[in-house]
């Protein structure tokens, strides 16, 4: 196989490249060989590019049903504009080498070349088929395939006119997550020199700042715990934000701390002690969501609404308090959007203010983006977000009747993006 020449100016970032190209698949080719015996894969073919366009490319074909601890693998392992080696954490143990490509600059048109169908089930509120299911592949196909289509989030068009795009997602999205490492060049392009994530807390910011700027090599477990079914998904979006110089900031305190002011706060509302009130987030939660006891809900409301957008806006600000633009991702609760979350969740009817709003009283201009579909780390994380916000599925339904993926504005600062999948009838009405 011969290696195309270079442009001139262009050969340490080529050589640079073929390096991590072949680490990645000397360690696709290790894990896949288990595959393709099995007719899983059936042909792998890498590419070192051309004088035209000296890019590596990587080729998958597959066939037979695909084990369904070797999808995640295949689906965390590809994304466009950049292709990542696939974290441990995600593989079977066939797949899992000592030294491991970081990033990998590819370009994978063979996957996104052909149009597909209305996203395959594992959208919806049952979950992915069985990996014995006939379709499974066709699946896997479809799910690698997607992750090198374009957002269409016009997000040069937003930042031209504010300061932070805030995504509104459920806390068991994964698109969510993939969506923003996957575009983490694009946004960068834009001006983002800040992601903002709600679930980090501010005792690792340290940690964190030091991850992202290089200066250690890890970060512990304990940083991302806050979403143990997404931690591969955030280790790989804080690898994306360190490879583009985006910081990435905590935007969450101890729950238990909000937990302890929601409590003072329901005794100060009701004259009752503190005491006589639920003391942990879990059971404050419960209690509000079960019915409505005047002073409580409202305190919970208060407390776990208004002040946090307050602490989490002030957060953002001192991030760009030397410039650029940020992106948070908080949940939808947080976000303007067509759904009076708070009331759902909280029994808390009222104005509880929103992230965007708190931004604003600071002089940041903020736009919300609503974010529905895509794919869970469950089905009952589908389930519950969907009985969340149908007002937002109606809406997706609307703009993507076949269950493709959508965008639409839903007003001045705020728009809607479904990231996929048909919506059932019980949502969509």
């Given at each position: 196989?011969?290696?195309?020449?270079?442009?001139?100016?262009?050969?340490?970032?080529?050589?640079?490249?073929?390096?991590?190209?072949?680490?990645?698949?000397?360690?696709?080719?290790?894990?896949?060989?288990?595959?393709?015996?099995?007719?899983?894969?059936?042909?792998?073919?890498?590419?070192?590019?051309?004088?035209?366009?000296?890019?590596?490319?990587?080729?998958?074909?597959?066939?037979?049903?695909v084990?369904?601890?070797?999808?995640?693998?295949?689906?965390?392992?590809?994304?466009?504009?950049?292709?990542?080696?696939?974290?441990?954490?995600?593989?079977?143990?066939?797949?899992?080498?000592?030294?491991?490509?970081?990033?990998?600059?590819?370009?994978?048109p063979?996957?996104?070349?052909?149009?597909?169908?209305?996203?395959?089930s594992?959208?919806?509120?049952?979950?992915?088929?069985?990996?014995?299911?006939?379709?499974?592949?066709?699946?896997?196909?479809?799910?690698?395939?997607?992750?090198?289509?374009?957002?269409?989030?016009?997000?040069?068009?937003?930042?031209?006119?504010?300061?932070?795009?805030?995504?509104?997602?459920?806390h068991?999205?994964?698109?969510?997550?993939?969506?923003?490492?996957?575009?983490?060049?694009?946004?960068?392009?834009?001006?983002?020199?800040?992601?903002?994530?709600?679930?980090?807390?501010?005792n690792?910011?340290?940690?964190?700042?030091?991850?992202?700027?290089?200066?250690?090599?890890?970060?512990?477990?304990?940083?991302?715990?806050?979403?143990?079914?997404?931690?591969?998904?955030?280790?790989?979006?804080?690898?994306?934000?360190r490879?583009?110089?985006v910081?990435?900031?905590?935007?969450?305190?101890?729950?238990?701390?909000?937990?302890?002011?929601?409590?003072e706060?329901?005794?100060?509302?009701?004259?009752?002690?503190?005491?006589?009130?639920?003391?942990?987030?879990?059971?404050?939660?419960?209690?509000?969501?079960?019915?409505?006891?005047?002073?409580?809900?409202?305190?919970?409301?208060?407390?776990?609404?208004?002040?946090?957008n307050?602490?989490?806006?002030?957060?953002?600000?001192?991030?760009?308090?030397?410039?650029?633009?940020?992106?948070?991702?908080?949940?939808?609760?947080?976000?303007?959007?067509?759904?009076?979350?708070?009331?759902?969740?909280?029994?808390?009817?009222?104005?509880?203010?929103?992230?965007?709003?708190?931004?604003?009283?600071?002089?940041?201009?903020?736009?919300?983006?609503?974010?529905?579909?895509?794919?869970?780390?469950?089905?009952?994380?589908?389930?519950?977000?969907?009985?969340?916000?149908?007002?937002s599925?109606?809406?997706?339904?609307?703009?993507a009747?076949?269950?493709?993926?959508?965008?639409?504005?839903?007003?001045?600062?705020?728009?809607?993006?479904?990231?996929?999948?048909?919506?059932?009838?019980?949502?969509?009405?």
């Open positions: 196989m011969g290696l195309p020449t270079p442009a001139p100016g262009a050969l340490p970032q080529y050589t640079k490249g073929v390096r991590r190209f072949i680490a990645l698949s000397a360690a696709l080719f290790l894990g896949l060989s288990t595959a393709a015996s099995a007719g899983v894969v059936t042909r792998l073919t890498p590419s070192l590019g051309s004088n035209a366009s000296p890019v590596p490319a990587l080729s998958l074909s597959m066939s037979a049903p084990s369904a601890s070797f999808m995640p693998a295949l689906t965390g392992a590809i994304s466009a504009p950049s292709l990542s080696a696939p974290s441990p954490a995600l593989l079977p143990a066939p797949l899992v080498v000592t030294a491991v490509a970081p990033a990998v600059a590819a370009a994978v063979a996957l996104a070349a052909a149009p597909l169908p209305a996203p395959a594992h959208y919806d509120g049952r979950g992915p088929p069985s990996a014995r299911d006939s379709g499974y592949s066709a699946f896997v196909a479809k799910s690698v395939a997607e992750t090198v289509r374009s957002w269409a989030v016009p997000v040069e068009d937003i930042f031209s006119k504010h300061d932070a795009l805030l995504v509104g997602e459920n068991g999205s994964l698109t969510s997550v993939d969506i923003l490492t996957r575009e983490m060049p694009r946004l960068a392009a834009a001006g983002v020199t800040a992601i903002g994530i709600e679930g980090l807390k501010r690792h910011q340290v940690a964190v700042d030091e991850f992202v700027a290089g200066r250690r090599g890890d970060l512990s477990d304990e940083a991302l715990s806050f979403s143990p079914k997404r931690r591969a998904s955030f280790r790989a979006l804080l690898d994306a934000a490879d583009h110089g910081r990435v900031v905590a935007l969450g305190l101890p729950l238990d701390g909000w937990a302890k002011a929601a409590a706060l329901a005794a100060a509302k009701t004259g009752r002690p503190a005491e006589e009130f639920p003391k942990d987030v879990d059971s404050q939660f419960s209690k509000a969501g079960d019915g409505y006891e005047p002073g409580f809900n409202e305190a919970v409301a208060e407390v776990f609404l208004t002040r946090r307050q602490a989490m806006a002030s957060f953002l600000k001192e991030a760009l308090k030397t410039g650029g633009k940020a992106v948070a991702l908080v949940g939808q609760a947080h976000v303007d959007g067509l759904d009076m979350v708070p009331g759902r969740l909280m029994n808390a009817p009222g104005d509880w203010g929103t992230l965007a709003r708190e931004l604003g009283s600071l002089a940041l201009r903020a736009y919300s983006l609503t974010m529905t579909g895509g794919v869970f780390t469950d089905p009952h994380a589908s389930q519950v977000d969907r009985s969340a916000r149908p007002a599925y109606r809406a997706a339904a609307a703009a009747p076949a269950g493709a993926r959508a965008y639409r504005e839903l007003g001045p600062g705020r728009a809607l993006w479904h990231a996929g999948g048909t919506i059932e009838p019980s949502y969509a009405h």
